[in-house]
């Protein structure tokens, strides 16, 4: 079995105070409960300022606590990472319109890139999480199925899909932050 946590960062707006990247960042763990155990250790050391949203976001965390979570993710063996950065300038103008498929689109390519590296071992089963961004069920039931539908045209026969909230998924939390140093790498330099 072979677990996945898949995680965006960026928007997919296009207007000019729109981000210039839309990032997917997929982590890749033989055991389930690696992520969890990282972020699970981590909160407990933070001071209770810190713990005020309840979860950990990249996006309102301070640098430093970024640093230190991103150096612990960085020493795991078992962590495996994939990403796919869009530049939203080379879009194509009928995706602009339809979010919901450009969003789909880009998962799929990162599922696609993932096959083709041979990370996951043919015949493995294969467990993805990703952060439910939306609450319209129909939405997440598109997303789910073409997913599914494009790992089985690439031959995997076990695949699951599970949608949680970043706030009930420790191992969802660590690989935003992953996301966001690939972000900001690419929309900001840094």
Not at 28 to 54: A, I, N
Not at 147 to 175: D, W
């Amino acid at each position: 079995m072979v677990y996945l946590f898949l995680e965006e960062s960026g928007d997919l707006g296009f207007k000019a105070t729109s981000s210039k990247w839309f990032i997917f960042a997929i982590a890749v763990c033989q055991d389930r409960k690696t992520l969890e155990r990282v972020v699970k250790k981590f909160w407990r050391h933070l001071r209770k300022k810190h713990k005020r949203l309840g979860e950990l976001h990249a996006s309102h965390e301070k640098p430093v606590i970024k640093r230190q979570l991103l150096r612990i993710l960085a020493e795991l063996d078992d962590l495996k990472i994939l990403c796919v950065a869009l530049n939203k300038q080379k879009v194509y103008s009928n995706f602009k319109e339809h979010k919901n498929y450009l969003y789909n689109y880009a998962a799929n390519i990162l599922m696609e890139k993932l096959h083709n590296s041979n990370l996951v071992p043919i015949g493995d089963t294969i467990e993805l999480f990703a952060d439910r961004r939306d609450t319209n069920k129909n939405l997440n039931d598109n997303f789910t199925r073409f997913l599914t539908q494009g790992v089985k045209v690439r031959g995997v026969k076990g695949f699951n899909v599970e949608l949680k909230s970043s706030y009930e998924s420790r191992a969802i939390q660590a690989v935003d932050f992953i996301s966001w140093a690939i972000f900001s790498k690419y929309e900001k330099g840094v």
